[in-house]
Nanobody, 119 residues
Framework: QVQLVESGGGLVQPGGSLRLSCAAS????????MRWYRQAPGKERELVGLITRGGITNYADFVEGRFTIFRDAAKNTVYLQMDRLKLEDTAVYYC?????????????WGQGTQVTVSF
């Protein structure tokens, strides 16, 4: 079992920054996949980016170098630093953890945190 708790969402003006946190209930290196997703109103959930256990990151095209995923292993926390936010970044952001168990991947989701980019 893995519990994931996001925090850090809020209201920000275009061009501003926010840092989201995803605190895991266990050692993040025991979680095979750590990803950030988002879901805007009326749209499907989409992948924002990921960080591998080896620390390699990858991002969706729409990120365009504005977001950074990093982690603090001592705190079992993964972060999503979002800079130069745009109106279209408004969404609920979710942390995802995937754990391989007996050949299957078990999916764990956080509760989501709202990010609103507005004037």
């Amino acid at each position: 079992q893995v519990q994931l708790v996001e925090s850090g969402g809020g209201l920000v003006q275009p061009g501003g920054s926010l840092r989201l946190s995803c605190a895991a209930s266990r050692n993040i290196f025991s979680i095979n996949y750590m990803r950030w997703y988002r879901q805007a109103p009326g749209k499907e959930r989409e992948l924002v980016g990921l960080i591998t256990r080896g620390g390699i990151t990858n991002y969706a095209d729409f990120v365009e170098g504005r977001f950074t995923i990093f982690r603090d292993a001592a705190k079992n926390t993964v972060y999503l630093q979002m800079d130069r936010l745009k109106l279209e970044d408004t969404a609920v952001y979710y942390c995802y953890g995937g754990v391989i168990d007996g050949g299957l991947t078990r999916d764990y989701w956080g509760q989501g945190t709202q990010v609103t980019v507005s004037f």
